[in-house]
Structure formats: structure tokens, C-alpha cells
Nanobody, 133 residues
Framework: VQLQASGGGLVQAGGSLRLSCATSGFFFDDFAICWFRQAPGKDRKGVSCISNNRGSTYTYYADSVKDRFTISSDNGKATAYLQMNKLEPEDTAVYYC?????????????????????????WGEGTQVTVSS
């Protein structure tokens, strides 16, 4: 199983970045793919999640990124994306993508209130996002 996050970088406040999470080794459709982030000296926080089921797409966003970030996926490529717009210095963190079968069901039942509390089956290496003021 592999999850490879990429697309991080240095950007000015107000700018945009698009993160990618390329996966392999498991059946993409059976898992929720989620993004977490960890800022220096802080706990890891859940950012966003996506799941697809029979033509329907389910998403979750933390309040801090709603209306600025958009999660999407290309099931054919087994890849998820996180489009980040209107970036703020507070978004500076290492971003990780992760996959979990159980979270898929919770997400599709609209029961996620705080993604941060969920453990995930599989994790990828992080990608650094730095937003300058």
C-alpha cells in the first residue's frame, strides 16, 4: 500500500496550491481518502475527506477550510486532490493524505464532526505547505 502526497510549496497569502495524493495497493473505491495537516508544535488536524459510492460523492471539510479548499478524486487514477485557494499563513503545515475503510461509511452517513479524532488505516508521507504573509 502506498499513498504519495505531492504539490506542496511556498506561496504568498491569498495564493493557491493543488495537492495530489496518488495511491496504490488497495481498492480505491472501498476507502475514504482524507487530508490531515500538522503545523509545527501542534497536533495533527483533519482537513478534508472524500468518498465515492455508486455515482455519489461525499465530502467533509473542517470549518477552518470551508469555502477555500475543494477535495476531489479521479477513481480511474486512484488519486485524490486538494485544491487550496485563498491560502492564509495559518494554513502552513505538513499535509498528509490517508485512507480508511471505516471512515468511508461514517463520511457517507454524514456523521463526521471532527475528522481529527479518527484513526486511519493507511498514511502517506507529508508534503510541506508554507504560506508567507
Amino acid at each position: 500500500v502506498q499513498l504519495q502526497a505531492s504539490g506542496g510549496g511556498l506561496v504568498q497569502a491569498g495564493g493557491s496550491l493543488r495537492l495530489s495524493c496518488a495511491t496504490s495497493g488497495f481498492f480505491f473505491d472501498d476507502f475514504a481518502i482524507c487530508w490531515f495537516r500538522q503545523a509545527p508544535g501542534k497536533d495533527r488536524k483533519g482537513v478534508s475527506c472524500i468518498s465515492n459510492n455508486r455515482g455519489s460523492t461525499y465530502t467533509y471539510y473542517a470549518d477552518s477550510v470551508k469555502d477555500r479548499f475543494t477535495i476531489s478524486s479521479d477513481n480511474g487514477k486512484a488519486t485524490a486532490y486538494l485544491q487550496m485557494n485563498k491560502l492564509e499563513p495559518e494554513d502552513t503545515a505538513v499535509y498528509y493524505c490517508a485512507a480508511d475503510r471505516g471512515v468511508k461509511y461514517v463520511l457517507e452517513a454524514n456523521l463526521i464532526r471532527d475528522l481529527s479524532v479518527y484513526g486511519m488505516n493507511y498514511w502517506g508521507e507529508g508534503t510541506q505547505v508554507t504560506v508567507s504573509s
